[in-house]
Nanobody
């Protein structure tokens, strides 16, 4: 079993920053998850990929819409995942979900309840 709990969302003005945090736990986490990342879902839209990181190697991948503004990182010892979001735009408004799985293709195998990020113009 794998549990993912997000925090750090909030209401900010465009151009400002937020840092999201995800705490991972569960008896099978270390065996079941090789890739972790962030997905987001805006009202009335499909859930979309934001960023991913290889849990052991640290290689990263980003959606084109956030490249150069967002940075994903992890702390293996703390089983923690982070998303530093800079230069936020109103179109970044969404519920952000921490996610993880055996591979990049199956990153949404496990995901948390989400944290709301609202960016005002």
């Amino acid at each position: 079993q794998v549990q993912l709990v997000e925090s750090g969302g909030g209401l900010v003005q465009a151009g400002n920053s937020l840092r999201l945090f995800c705490a991972a736990s569960g008896r099978t986490f270390s065996r079941a998850v090789n890739v972790m990342g962030w997905l987001r879902q805006a009202p009335g839209k499909e859930r979309e990929f934001v960023a991913a990181i290889s849990w052991s190697g640290g290689s990263t991948d980003y959606a084109d819409s956030v490249k150069g503004r967002f940075t994903i990182s992890r702390d293996i010892a703390k089983s923690a995942l982070y998303l530093q979001m800079n230069s936020l735009k109103p179109e970044d408004t969404a519920v952000y979900h921490c996610a993880g799985g055996p591979s990049r293709a199956t990153i949404s195998t496990y995901w948390g309840q989400g944290t709301q990020v609202t960016v005002s113009s």
